[in-house]
């Protein structure tokens, strides 16, 4: 099955990426990792009206809310975890988790309220990892030897993990997961046409995976079977998120010389099936932590 994407969003950004509605407000959160920015928006008749950006100071990889109204919301940053406040007041949670040019990158929060991130090398050799911020500050260094770490996602139940290290195998692959730690790894589709990158489960237990650089997004179905294929007009889709039925898309004109129109909007189409909104972090804001790489 094939459909296609129209565009939502009247900017685009440069390195639009990890789309997540928040249950707290029905909001679309999203970042542009390059500019360092969080983006606050509603979905309403078709398109996205911002609500508020946030300049970070620092590049910032995901975004994820917290559970309670007003709590803001964690990220994912420059070299570790950091929480950003309604008011736009950034305060450290960990740091030192990535030197030099690395820099981390896509997360998400497990249905116990984990928050899962991961790094990407530059330049591309295996040296970056997957880490948990649990509730309580501490991190944990789950996954290494990882080169661009990218989509995760979780099964309703949590005892699924979903995962995209990009290079230099281009898989979507999964895990068993049993109070917070891997087990289990298996590769569930070699990913054609592009890199793969962020994804999102749908209420069918499929995966739909942006690939960049293949102008599409696939979705897959738990034993690894392509069964559909969204087309977008320009070239890099980055990640994906489900509101309601519709499935948004961020995407980035980061690294081509003359991109198309529309290069980095977000876009949208009805996927024929619901996805949840964003699992949020089940840490609480405070002024200092103690979580430690």
């Keep these: 099955m094939r459909s296609r994407a129209d565009a939502v969003s009247e900017h685009a950004y440069e390195q639009g990426e990890g789309p997540r509605v928040d249950p707290r407000t029905g909001e679309v959160l999203w970042v542009d990792i390059k500019a360092g920015t969080v983006h606050r928006a509603l979905f309403e008749a078709g398109a996205l009206r911002v609500v508020t950006d946030y300049e970070v100071g620092a590049?910032?990889?995901?975004?994820?809310?917290?559970?309670?109204p007003g709590a803001g919301w964690v990220?994912?940053?420059q070299?570790?975890?950091?929480?950003?406040?309604?008011?736009g007041r950034l305060t450290p949670i960990v740091s030192g988790l990535t030197s030099?040019?690395?820099?981390?990158?896509?997360g998400v929060c497990d249905p116990a309220g984990r928050f899962w991130a991961g790094s990407q090398a530059i330049?591309?050799?295996?040296?970056?990892?997957?880490?948990?911020?649990?509730?309580?500050?501490?991190?944990?260094?789950?996954?290494?030897?990882?080169?661009?770490?990218?989509?995760?996602g979780f099964t309703a139940d949590g005892a699924t993990m979903y995962y995209v290290d990009t290079l230099p195998h281009r898989r979507l692959e999964a895990f068993d997961v049993v109070d917070g730690e891997l087990s289990?790894?298996?590769?569930?589709?070699?990913?054609?046409?592009?890199?793969?990158?962020?994804?999102?489960v749908d209420d069918e237990g499929c995966v739909w995976v942006a690939v960049w650089d293949a102008s599409a997004v696939h979705r897959y179905a738990?034993?690894?079977?392509?069964?559909?294929?969204?087309?977008?007009?320009?070239?890099?889709?980055?990640?994906?998120?489900?509101?309601?039925?519709?499935?948004?898309?961020?995407?980035?004109?980061?690294?081509l010389d003359h991109p198309p129109a529309g290069s980095g909007r977000l876009y949208a189409v009805d996927a024929g099936v619901g996805g949840p909104p964003a699992s949020a972090w089940a840490g609480t804001p405070a002024t200092t932590w103690a979580g430690t790489p």
């Design 59 to 68: 590049r910032v990889g995901a975004v994820a809310p917290l559970r309670e």
């Design 75 to 77: 990220l994912a940053v």
């Design 79 to 87: 070299d570790g975890f950091a929480h950003l406040a309604e008011d």
């Design 100 to 106: 030099g040019r690395d820099q981390m990158n896509d």
């Design 123 to 152: 330049p591309r050799e295996p040296r970056a990892a997957l880490f948990r911020l649990d509730g309580n500050g501490s991190v944990t260094r789950v996954l290494e030897s990882v080169t661009v770490s990218n989509g995760i």
């Design 184 to 200: 289990g790894r298996r590769v569930i589709a070699d990913v054609a046409g592009g890199n793969p990158d962020g994804l999102a």
């Design 222 to 255: 738990s034993d690894g079977r392509l069964l559909a294929v969204v087309d977008l007009p320009v070239p890099r889709p980055t990640a994906v998120c489900f509101a309601g039925s519709t499935l948004l898309i961020t995407t980035a004109w980061l690294g």
